[in-house]
């Protein structure tokens, strides 16, 4: 299974030089696991590495959020200026997590389908199972795209892309 992504190409009239400079203007140093612990300011809305004409970056937040987007990026000289490739990727541990939440969630849904007669399901069991396998689904398909959203537009309006 693929970790979900979204690709989006922007454009801009900045040359990428230009481009790369308001980046890091905006996006703060990528912080260390110790930084969390310690209570490290958050003092722009992103962090992350930058190298020749490409970047990773992801929105810098006080405490920990897994369904903030990877934003992978990559300039490259266009006649009217810049093309920025961008693609939002899900963090794959917290995709790898929420495999191995579905297959629990599926395998006792279909445990207590299969080990109950039809006439005697147990309700709070089944609805508890369906509930789990729907929490999920919100999250992926609800919440991220929500998250992967608010980048996109903090990152049009850092560095005034069109």
């Known amino acids: ?8 190409e922007l454009s801009s009239t900045f040359s990428p030089s230009e ?10 140093k990528k912080r260390s696991v110790n930084d969390f612990a310690s ?14 004409g ?5 929105r810098a937040v006080k405490h920990g959020n897994a369904f903030i987007p990877e934003i992978i990026g990559e300039l490259k000289k266009s006649d009217s200026g810049t093309k920025i490739l961008l693609e939002f990727k899900m963090n794959k541990l917290t995709f790898a997590l929420f495999i191995i939440w579905f297959a629990i969630s599926l395998f006792y849904f279909l445990l207590i389908l299969f080990t109950n007669d039809i006439n005697s ?3 709070v069991d089944l609805l ?9 689904f919100i999250i992926i398909c609800i919440i991220y795209p929500i998250e992967l959203k608010k980048d996109l537009i903090q990152l049009k309006k850092i560095s005034n892309i069109v």
């Open 54 to 58: 490409k970047f990773k970056i992801k």
């Open 39 to 52: 209570s490290t300011p958050v003092y722009k809305y992103f962090e992350g590495e930058f190298s020749w």
């Open 1 to 8: 299974m693929k970790v979900p992504s979204k690709k989006v």
């Open 19 to 28: 481009i790369m400079k308001i980046l890091k203007k905006n996006v703060q």
């Open 128 to 136: 508890l199972s369906v509930g789990f396998i729907g929490f999920g």
């Open 121 to 123: 399901l147990p309700l």
